[in-house]
């Protein structure tokens, strides 16, 4: 048996802030990790190669504000935008540009319906919208992970008005969010916060004012008690069926949490970095994407490309999501990988001998990863106020926090789990 004021299970970017605030008001805090580090969904591999996060978007002071901690600042993702159509290339200079249009007239629709259907309309109603529809669907596939057949064109609509929009132009942290990462472990209280790695919660017993928690570590059972748990848990994890093995089992169950789960859905993205023994999008075609940081191309398994640009390197990042990603989930990692490669030599029209100049590629299939069952979430139709909902704390005793319970417009973010969590450290202050 292990007591504790609070346990707080995950220790990604929601967990450590929350744990972090609630040491500093004098909380004795035990820190559950499943996994063998911390992070969660933030993971970078020698050589500063993201696996998960990458971006920040827009100016989230949650972020800005431990960055400044650290001393490592933001490097701005500047350079040219490219979209393939019909064969062609041309420059998009800004994103949502000609879908400025279309989102004011969604904002202009009652209720709400399903982006798709609100699409396909507009396109019935004008033809001439057909190319900047497609383009909006394209973006909320990839850039949302979200399936547009059933996402809420409400909260997209929103939310491309937001400060986090895709026109933002999106920064990284200074070599990685490692450095992020390292430094919100670095800076709990070892006198106050207790970090167990490696530990899976398998059962949260609750009743006001008491938790009991059922862990396995390394084949070792272990109980945790605490007047209160904040559950970072990511939402593939919450909604996970009794019979999965990623489930955690609440008794009594989460009943009151039921219609914010049923409103809300994990993407799936695939993103795998590849690195090639030199950079050859700097040079092709007599060097006209040289200074390149996207490029996008419909028709292909993968349709999103980026450099690392302003850093010049040999690596080149493909990525898609949405239903073409779930397609893709499940596929050995050497077929993912393949048609990542594919998709590479396409946009360049077989110019350049992709396979030759390859040297390392890096993926992770975050569906198939039993602690995240996804990439991060969106809002099914019908769902606004869904997150809402599913931040708020039950009885005094269970407090929920991680992107997809943030509330604050920063959700499926990094910052969005950073300010979660910090908000269900001053839920737990306040309660007890």
């Known amino acids: 048996m292990s007591d504790a004021d609070v346990v707080v299970v995950g ?16 909380r004795h805090v035990l820190l559950l990790e499943a996994r063998d580090r911390v992070g969660g969904r933030i993971w970078t591999e020698p050589d500063q190669v993201e696996l998960g996060a990458e ?5 989230p002071e949650a972020t800005l504000a431990l960055l ?22 041309e420059r998009m200079d800004d994103p949502l540009g000609e879908l400025r249009p279309l989102l004011r007239e969604a904002a202009r629709v009652q209720g709400d319906e399903p982006l798709a259907r609100f699409l396909s309309r507009v396109v019935q109603e004008d033809p001439r919208c057909a190319s900047a529809a497609a383009w909006l669907g394209r973006l909320v596939e990839d850039y949302d992970a979200a399936d547009p057949a059933r996402v809420s064109l409400r909260a997209i609509a929103t939310e491309m008005s937001g400060d986090a929009a895709a026109a933002s132009v999106p920064s990284r942290p200074r070599g990685s969010y490692a450095t992020l990462i390292e430094h919100m472990r670095r800076v709990l209280d070892p006198a106050r ?57 609440f008794a009594p169950p989460l009943h009151m949490k039921g219609g914010a789960l049923d409103r809300l859905a994990m993407g ?41 640009l302003p850093e010049r390197t040999n690596r080149l990042t493909a990525w898609v999501g949405g239903p073409r990603a779930a397609a ?20 360049f029209d077989g110019r350049v001998d992709v396979e030759r100049l390859l040297e390392e590629a890096h993926h992770h299939d975050w569906t198939r990863d039993a602690r995240s069952r996804g990439a991060y979430s969106w809002v099914t139709v019908g769902g606004i ?8 704390p039950v009885e005094g005793t269970l407090f929920f926090a991680g992107e997809a319970a943030d509330s604050s417009g920063e959700a499926s973010t990094v910052a969005g789990a950073i300010t979660s969590g910090e908000r269900a450290a001053r839920e737990v202050i306040a309660a007890s």
Do not use: M, Y
């Open 268 to 308: 799936e993205v695939h993103k795998v970095v590849l690195r090639f023994g030199e950079p050859f999008w700097e040079t092709v075609d007599g060097g006209r994407w040289r200074n390149t940081a996207f490029f996008h191309a419909a028709g292909l398994p993968f349709r999103t490309f980026w450099t690392a």
């Open 11 to 26: 220790a990604g970017a929601a967990g450590l802030a929350a744990s972090r605030r609630l040491a500093e008001a004098g």
């Open 193 to 249: 916060v207790e970090l167990r790695l490696g530990s899976t919660v398998r059962t949260v017993r609750w009743s006001a004012g008491t938790v009991e928690l059922d862990v396995e570590g390394h084949g070792t059972p272990l109980r945790c008690r605490a007047r209160a748990a904040v559950i970072t848990l990511p939402l593939g994890v919450l909604q996970a069926p009794p019979d999965d093995p990623a489930a955690v089992h």
């Open 385 to 392: 106020g869904a997150r809402r909902r599913l931040a708020e």
């Open 68 to 89: 400044r901690e650290t001393g490592v600042g933001l490097v701005k993702c500047t350079g040219d935008r490219w979209v393939v159509r019909d064969g062609r290339f």
């Open 328 to 347: 893709l989930s499940g596929q050995p990692r050497d077929v993912i990988i393949a048609r990542a490669v594919e998709s590479v030599r396409s946009l």
């Open 55 to 59: 971006f920040v978007h827009g100016r």
